[in-house]
């Protein structure tokens, strides 16, 4: 009886482990983020990731404000779309800047997988 009340107390005596960020994008808000003509490439980027150069040059740096807090998020798309997802999303006055990303890969060439060779066949 002993052993369970200590094995009890060992239990209680854990430190709980943080909890993690939760995403401010959720599922469904992602899946509606295809309907505005946009591809959401980083959510809530930080430091190295802002400044990645194997992005295309089309990406955009979005810096926006939610509960007093500044997020960073790579995004591709036309600028007034962009503008209408996050002003839809999160309201007047949560757009801070809206930079465009230090990638260096052509948007049309980026993602892109060369096809695989066939192997000749030996006659």
């Known amino acids: ?3 369970k009340v200590e094995t009890e107390k060992k239990l209680a005596e854990k430190p709980k482990k943080p909890e993690t960020e939760k995403s ?3 599922s469904e808000d992602k899946k509606l983020i295809s309907s505005y003509g946009c591809q ?3 959510e809530d980027a930080k430091g190295k990731q802002l400044v990645e150069k194997k992005l295309p040059t089309d990406t955009m740096i979005i810096t926006y404000k939610v509960k007093d807090k ?3 998020d790579l995004v591709r798309g036309p600028q007034v ?3 209408d997802l996050y002003y839809d999303k999160f309201g007047k ?3 801070q800047s809206f930079e465009y990303g230090m990638g260096t890969i052509n948007p049309t ?3 892109y997988q060369a096809p695989q060779k066939k192997r000749k066949r030996k006659l």
């Open 93 to 95: 006055g949560s757009l």
């Open 81 to 83: 779309k962009i503008f």
């Open 109 to 111: 060439t980026w993602g």
């Open 1 to 3: 009886m002993t052993e």
């Open 70 to 72: 500044v997020h960073h």
């Open 40 to 42: 959401l490439l980083v």
């Open 24 to 26: 401010i994008w959720s």
